[in-house]
Structures are given as structure tokens and as C-alpha cells.
């Protein structure tokens, strides 16, 4: 999963990404500086799981955050702006907000990073109907009249300042989109940023803005960045009692994380065994055979059946001949739904 971290100069967007991924990256300039990380996402199954079968090895998901620059914070008066490419490749987007000085207007400024993605995205599609549209006429080709009828929806969407992601595409017209890689396509995760004499109105502000939330769309987290980067070279006791003593509710990186799978429909199916306990990430509602070619795509090809056991009965029951004489681990085929937290193990012939 890679998650793109926005957000207008001064925001607390580096101090959310230091908060996030335990780094230590200078704060409070204007300078255009990316800052990357890849984490490892906090499991507590895969810990249980490696008590029991005792692994050479835990592998848990991993998340590739950029801190980007690139966004003023002016909306459409600022004009196009340049968006890397690194961003554009990120899956979703982590939109932090100034909601801790005085005069701040969280609701304006996320308005703001939206238009200047909808601008954005409006000049490739501007430039890419102009280009098709002259190759169909010097050629005669018509095979690309599809995908011009496709990119004048698109184009009547953002007209309207509506991000893309408010359109339903079918698995079609997305295949067709791969390659432009829109921002405004992507999930945003916003989450404004308060200042610590806020914390103890954590719950109100998140009621306050619960208009930026559309379920798969856009998700809301409210963080005080300031007091989640602070703790983060505590260990896990410490943290613990400062996130009580200050009421903060857990850390930034588990917020996140949380609401980023949700953001993306992404669930874990969990593998243990001698040599190795791990989570692998894949979308909800994967087939067992997709789900096997995460692992490798020989286990997808020569899939014969996923023997599956639910997360709970493996701590409960411990070893395969217990669960096996309970009845709690099941063979399924090709076409099962895996669901977040089974533990699978693949048979596979080639």
C-alpha cells in the first residue's frame, strides 16, 4: 500500500509523516523537500500466531509513505501546479490540514487542495482530448473513439468540481484509466491537524467534520500531530500511559493505517508455519485462488484447495491436528471469499 501525504505549506504534513513513520525529518519550512518510509504495519495476530508456531521469521505488511511537496494551499488562484510523478502513484492520499492556529478554515483549505487536484487533473485530460482528437483526423482511426467519449465525461465531472472519484466507472472504463494515474481518482484520508489544547475536544471536532466523509471515498481522522510526534521514541508502555494521561486515542500510525484499509477495501490473510508468520494484504471480497497468487503466481496456477482456519480457533486450538479433530479448519476451493484474518495454507500442484 503507498500513501501520499498533501497538505498546504505550515500544515503539520511532515509532522504528520514523522508521526506516522517514526522519522525525525525537519519541520515548520516552506521548502519543496519529499520524504519517504517504508513501515511495517502493526499486527498484533501475527504476534499470537508467532507465540505458537515459534518462526524463524515475522513478515508484516508494509506501507510506502511520501511526505510530497508540491500543493500551496490556494486552490484554482495558484494555478496548475506540478504533481510528481511518485505521487501520482500512490494509491490513496493522506490530506492534513491546519486546524490548529487561531484563524485557520479546515473546510476552505480542503476545498482548496481539491481544486488544485481537479485542475490538475483537467489539463492532462484537456491536453489528451486535444491529442487524440487530431491523431483520429490525420488517420481515420477510430479505435480510440471510446476513450474519447470516456475522457469527456471525466472532463464534465471536474467542470462541475466534482472529484473523478464521484463517478461510477465499470472495470472497463478504469482499465482504460490505468495509465493517467488522476489524483482526483484517488481515496483521500483528511485529517485535520489540532493543536494540543484541542485534544480534549477530539470527539466534537470530529463531529464538526464529518461532512468531508463519503464511505470509500473520503475518511476522517482528527490528530495532533505535535503530541503524536513527540511520543514516538517512546516504547510501547510509555506511549500508552501518555495516550491516557493526555486522552489521545492511539497513535497516529495505527489511525492511519485503519483508516487507509478502509479507504481501499483492503483486508489480511495470515500464513504460519515453521519458517515464516505473515499478513498478506489483498482487496476484500479476492477469490482463494487470487489471493494465492499474492504468494506466488505458481500457487495461483496450480491451485487445489485453500485449507482455511479462522484466526480465533487457530490461538484457541494451537496445533493442526487439534484444529483438524475440532472440525475448525475447512478445505475450500477456488471461489472462496477470504476474509480478513484467516489462516491459509495453499496445496498447489505444477
Same mark, same amino acid.
Given at each position: 500500500?503507498? !500513501? ?133 483526423? !490525420? ?10 467519449? /470516456?475522457? #469527456? ?13 464521484? !463517478? ?35 470527539? #466534537? ?25 513527540? /511520543? ?102 477456488? #471461489? ?6 484467516? #489462516? ?7
Amino acid at each position: 500500500m503507498k !500513501l501520499g501525504i498533501i497538505g498546504p505549506p505550515q500544515s503539520g504534513k511532515t509532522t504528520i509523516f514523522n508521526a506516522a513513520a517514526g522519522k525525525e525529518e525537519a519541520v515548520g519550512d516552506y521548502s519543496q523537500a519529499s520524504h519517504r518510509a517504508i513501515i511495517k504495519v502493526p499486527d498484533e495476530r501475527l504476534d499470537k500466531l508467532a507465540e505458537i508456531v515459534n518462526p524463524k521469521k515475522i513478515t508484516y505488511a508494509e506501507i510506502d509513505f511520501l511526505d510530497a511537496p508540491g500543493f500551496t494551499g490556494k486552490g484554482k488562484e495558484s494555478g496548475a501546479i506540478d504533481i510528481t510523478p511518485e505521487l501520482r502513484e500512490m494509491d490513496a492520499l493522506i490530506m492534513v490540514i491546519d486546524a490548529f492556529s487561531p484563524d485557520t478554515d479546515p473546510k476552505a483549505a480542503v476545498r482548496n487542495l481539491f481544486d488544485e487536484m481537479i485542475l490538475s487533473d483537467q489539463v492532462i485530460i484537456e491536453n489528451n482530448i486535444e491529442n487524440k482528437s487530431r491523431r483520429k483526423q !490525420l488517420t481515420g482511426d477510430q479505435s480510440m473513439m471510446r476513450e474519447l467519449e /470516456l475522457l #469527456e465525461k471525466l472532463k464534465a465531472c471536474l467542470e462541475e468540481e466534482r472529484p473523478l472519484i464521484e !463517478l461510477e466507472l465499470n472495470d472497463e472504463e478504469r482499465k482504460m484509466l490505468r495509465g493517467y494515474r488522476f489524483m482526483t481518482l484517488k481515496p483521500v484520508l483528511v485529517v485535520p491537524n489540532i493543536a494540543e489544547s484541542d485534544l480534549a475536544r477530539q470527539d #466534537e471536532l470530529t463531529d464538526e467534520y464529518k461532512s468531508f466523509v463519503s464511505p470509500g471515498k473520503c475518511e476522517l481522522e482528527v490528530i495532533c500531530g505535535k503530541v503524536q510526534m513527540e /511520543l514516538v521514541g517512546l516504547d510501547p508502555e510509555e506511549q500508552q500511559a501518555f495516550f491516557e494521561e493526555l486522552g489521545v486515542r492511539g497513535s497516529a500510525m495505527e489511525k492511519v493505517i485503519q483508516k487507509s484499509y478502509a479507504l481501499l477495501g483492503l483486508i489480511s490473510f495470515l500464513t504460519a508455519g515453521p519458517t515464516e508468520v505473515r499478513a498478506w494484504p489483498i482487496r476484500k471480497g479476492t477469490t482463494a485462488v487470487r489471493a494465492a497468487g499474492t504468494i506466488h503466481s505458481d500457487i495461483e496456477r496450480g491451485f487445489i484447495r485453500a485449507e482455511v482456519t479462522r484466526y480465533e480457533d487457530f490461538i484457541e486450538y494451537k496445533t493442526a491436528a487439534a484444529l483438524k479433530a475440532a472440525g475448525k479448519t475447512r478445505l475450500e476451493g477456488k #471461489e472462496y471469499i477470504v476474509q480478513d484474518g484467516d #489462516e491459509i495454507l495453499f496445496r498447489f500442484n505444477v
